[in-house]
């Protein structure tokens, strides 16, 4: 199996899982947790082309905000920001 797909439903469980129990926005949540209110959109109607780093940016954004008396989707691997390493800068 690709593993787009699997990664673009990972995304959407974890955006309506939280706003179905936090509630709010999918545009602020969005900009939360990816630094792009439209993001949630573009996801959901297949319009995103997002990388790698763009999803573990995504998901460790969800980890930092996501309550503790909800349980996060056992399908998807969590982990924090920091275990993302930083891009080096280019001189």
């Known amino acids: 199996m690709p593993i787009e ?3 673009r439903s990972n995304l959407l469980t974890l955006f309506e899982r939280y706003q179905s129990f936090v509630g709010g926005k999918f545009s602020t949540i969005s900009a939360k947790v990816s630094g792009d ?3 949630y959109d ?3 109607n ?3 082309i997002f990388s ?3 999803y573990d940016i995504s998901v460790a954004g969800f980890s930092e905000i996501w309550p503790a008396d909800l349980a996060w989707p056992p399908a998807v691997e ?3 920001l920091a275990m993302i390493e930083p891009r080096p800068v280019k001189a």
Do not use: I, T
Request: hydrophobic fraction near 50%.
């Open 52 to 54: 790698a780093r763009r």
């Open 46 to 48: 297949g319009l995103a």
């Open 78 to 80: 969590r982990f924090g």
């Open 42 to 44: 573009k996801v959901a």
């Open 5 to 7: 797909p699997r990664l």
């Open 37 to 39: 209110a439209r993001f």
